[in-house]
């Protein structure tokens, strides 16, 4: 049962341009979104996040929108860079003060390719 | 550079071996995380503790377990190993007990990750 669902296995973009990975989610006690990048041999790298009581949250070149009611987030890379190539997860932390508070669900992850 | 350190960063061992990977948080964070990713199963939680105590539990298998010590470094112990559990084993950490809100305290950075590989 997989609650946070990123269905584009990879994304290939021209440099300069924008990047847009989604991300689907379909547990309603999530209530807190990140977004990670890992390059292969590292650990995950915190990269944005956005609580459910926004609908969008902006840092550089990277913005989070998230449309609660159709349990969807989606990452914009504006412009896309070549060092931005890498695996992206999406992942959900559910509600505060939960027997689960603290225990971050991913996504499966979209290869980013930014060809110069 | 996170701040989390993981030990070992490979590990080869054989069927029914028992292993332990280490992990020390950023200085100051109180929470330590543990997560399994595997070709199929992606980043999978499997336990937390925060300031000594267990916090929350995932799909951790009954053959591992995980404490975290005073100086709140942690350790996952891994038992009975199967072929199934080769992996990386990812360790993070956190200020707060959990991951919620705006507040930078939240934030679970990873470590690099120890790769297992039973054979």
């Known amino acids: 049962d997989q609650q946070v669902k990123q269905n584009s296995p990879s994304l290939s973009v021209q440099e300069g341009r924008i990047s847009i990975l989604n991300c689907d989610y379909t547990?309603?006690?999530?209530?807190?979104f990140l977004w990670y990048k890992k390059y292969p041999a590292e650990g995950p790298t915190f990269l944005i996040s956005?609580?459910?009581?926004?609908d969008k949250n902006e840092d550089g070149r990277f913005t989070v929108f998230l449309n609660k009611s159709a349990k969807h987030l989606s990452l914009h890379i504006v412009p896309s860079q070549p060092g931005d190539s890498a695996v992206y997860f999406c992942?959900?932390?559910?509600?505060?003060?939960?027997?689960?508070?603290?225990?971050?669900?991913f996504g499966q992850g979209t290869i980013l390719t930014v060809h110069p | 550079d996170s701040g989390v350190t993981q030990t070992p960063k490979h590990l080869i061992t054989a069927t029914g071996q028992r292993v332990t990977l280490r992990c020390s948080p950023r200085?100051?964070?109180?929470?330590v995380y543990w997560y399994q990713q595997s070709l199929d199963q992606g980043l999978q939680f499997l336990i937390q503790?925060?300031?000594?105590?267990?916090?929350a539990k995932g799909n951790i298998l009954e053959r591992f377990s995980a404490q975290q010590f005073p100086d709140l470094h942690s350790e996952l112990n891994l038992s009975s190993l199967e072929l199934g559990d080769s992996a990386l084993y990812f360790c993070?950490?956190?200020?707060?007990?959990?991951?919620?809100?705006?507040?930078?305290?939240?934030?679970?950075?990873f470590g690099p990750g120890t790769r297992l590989t039973v054979l």
């Open positions: 993070a950490s956190s200020a707060s007990p959990g991951t919620s809100g705006d507040s930078g305290t939240d934030t679970q950075y």
């Open positions: 547990n309603s006690m999530f209530d807190y």
């Open positions: 956005i609580s459910s009581i926004k």
């Open positions: 992942a959900a932390a559910p509600i505060a003060g939960g027997t689960s508070y603290g225990k971050l669900t």
């Open positions: 200085s100051g964070d109180l929470s």
């Open positions: 503790y925060y300031n000594g105590e267990e916090r």
